[in-house]
């Protein structure tokens, strides 16, 4: 599985943004995929995921109710639309895969820097 993330910027505290993460791949629905995000010098954190085969979808706390993750199956690609963003949401995003029901996340793309500014 091959991931392709984009979508990243520079916004002002309450815009938004839309990421994209394009997977190529077979049987695509065997996975979960998430998002992560990383300030330098911290721990990557979980953000969301959603599963490929039944549309589940998972949120961390800090972005329920402003983020919502969604996936686009005919173009194999998941989208995070982010609103309402703030100053601490700014790290570098980035998406994963894990096969359902796996133990870790195995297939990483690139990071897309956010940016958010008060």
């Known amino acids: 599985v091959q991931l392709q993330a984009s979508g990243g910027g520079l916004v002002q505290a309450g815009g938004f943004l839309r990421l994209s993460c394009a997977a190529s791949g077979r049987n695509m629905r065997r996975y979960i995929m998430g998002w992560f995000r990383q300030v330098q010098g911290k721990e990557r954190e979980f953000v969301a995921a959603?599963?490929?085969?039944?549309?589940?979808?998972f949120y961390s706390d800090s972005v329920k109710g402003r983020f919502t993750i969604s996936e686009d199956k005919p173009k194999n690609t998941v989208y995070l639309q982010m609103n309402s963003l703030q100053p601490e949401d700014t790290a570098v995003y980035y998406c994963?895969?894990?096969?359902?029901?796996?133990?870790?996340?195995?297939?990483w793309g690139q990071g897309t820097l956010v940016t958010v500014s008060s």
């Open positions: 959603v599963s490929w085969g039944d549309g589940s979808t």
């Open positions: 994963a895969a894990t096969v359902i029901n796996g133990t870790r996340y195995d297939y």
